[in-house]
């Protein structure tokens, strides 16, 4: 027995044809729609985690690294992409304040960010101690990742009226100078490293700036200094005790 069989005509050809192609196009869709992550491209990754993470940076620009008690220190503040580091004008405000050597904040304020950029100052206080500070700022943004991303410089504030300035004697100096030492927490301890600030002025009060170095009774060099700005800056010192070697 012979088997019937089907006769197609062009018309009849044309309409499955038509009908394969539709099916393929709508299965390919269908796969582009759940293509799994490990397919998409590196481009497509990394635009995907930078929706899904998105990061921020701020930056402070000082206008010196050391200062005077009583001064105003000025800044500048940039808000940027962490990843890409373009301006982010994602916050209007930042939080900037300065800390002292046990992370307790000494000052505080808030600056306006227009564009992703703001501007400002901070009056030092005349009370201040000598010693090494921390300029921290950070956006509301920020606290999500924690104070390990905030930003943060360190500065040295000099107070030249505290009691516990030791002024080199005259003898000591050149006569048309005066240098000053600022011991940080007021005194150094002994055998252990301390932070030393100092100022260089002339017999007019004006700042200069030197270099020098610190030698002990023997003359031995203990420590060398350079100005950094305004006749101001620091060094380390272990002080011996008398009569070491």
Known sequence: MRLPYLL?????????LAMALHLLASQLSLAQATQPADSLSLGQRLRHYNRQALTEQLFLHLDRPAYVAGEALWFKAYAVDGTYHRPLGMSKVAYVEVLDADQRPVLQAKVALVHAMGQGSLELPAELATGRYVVRAYTNWMKNAGPDFYFQQPITVVNTAASSAAVVPPAQA????DV???????QLVQNLPGRVAFKVTDQ????VAATGT???????ALA???????GMGSFLLTPAAAGAA
């Open 224 to 230: 060398t200094f350079q100005t950094l700005k305004f």
């Open 204 to 207: 007019y009060g004006r700042s």
């Open 214 to 220: 610190v030698a002990d009774a023997r003359g031995t």
């Open 174 to 177: 050149s006569p048309a100078y």
């Open 8 to 16: 197609l005509t062009p018309q009849a050809w044309g309409l499955n």
């Open 180 to 186: 000053q030492f600022f011991p940080e927490g007021g």
